[in-house]
């Protein structure tokens, strides 16, 4: 059995979902993750407007509250001409994956939530990407410059990959993000749908358990 999550680090509920995730996986070191992207705005090419920051600022409030992690609004809204196409970051997992397929793709995940949602870095350039990706790496143990870094985020291959997985990620049936399901011998199980704390993941995969034993 293995979990598959299916996200966007520039997706709040996603950023949120996070911490939820690493403590599960901590709690289940059993389980193989395998981490895929979903592109929530993969391609947009309009710039992001007032209303439009504003609209997200609502979900981070509410990603806030629910989740306790930390937003740096002041930078989110000085920005200006700001195209909030989630392709770039979705691609720079992709890359860290082909890079370095023994990391810890998790934390590279995170860290890219972390650079956009509490340094506010713009996480749509592949220089600050690869700087990034390459630092998350590292810490796992795996040297990857961002020099490296960037020239398969930048290639035709990781391109390809990450429209590929957009692809099969809506195949699953995904429709939204965060999503968690756990693949098995007698198929897919939808863990969670969306947002949920650690414990109702734990409570899910046990009622999971308890049909495949039953079965």
Known sequence: MKLIYAGDPMCSWCYGFGKELAALAQ?????????????????????????????RLGHWARVEQS?????????FLARENFVYDTEPVCRAVVAARRLAPQADQLAVFRALQHAFYVDG????????????????LERDGHRVTPAVFH??????????????EFTYVRSLGVRSFPALLLETEDGL????????????LEAQLEEIAGRLSAA
């Open 151 to 164: 020239a398969e985020w930048d290639g035709a291959a990781a391109i390809a990959v990450t429209a590929a």
């Open 27 to 55: 709690r289940h070191p059993e389980l193989q993750m395998q981490i895929l992207v979903g592109g929530v705005r993969a391609g947009a090419t309009d710039v992001l407007d007032d209303t439009g920051k504003q609209f």
């Open 189 to 200: 199980y939808e863990v969670s749908p969306g947002y949920a704390r650690v414990e109702q």
């Open 67 to 75: 989740s306790g992690l930390p937003f740096n609004r002041a930078a």
């Open 121 to 136: 870095l713009d996480t749509t350039d592949g220089r600050v990407l690869s700087d990034v990706a390459s630092a998350a």
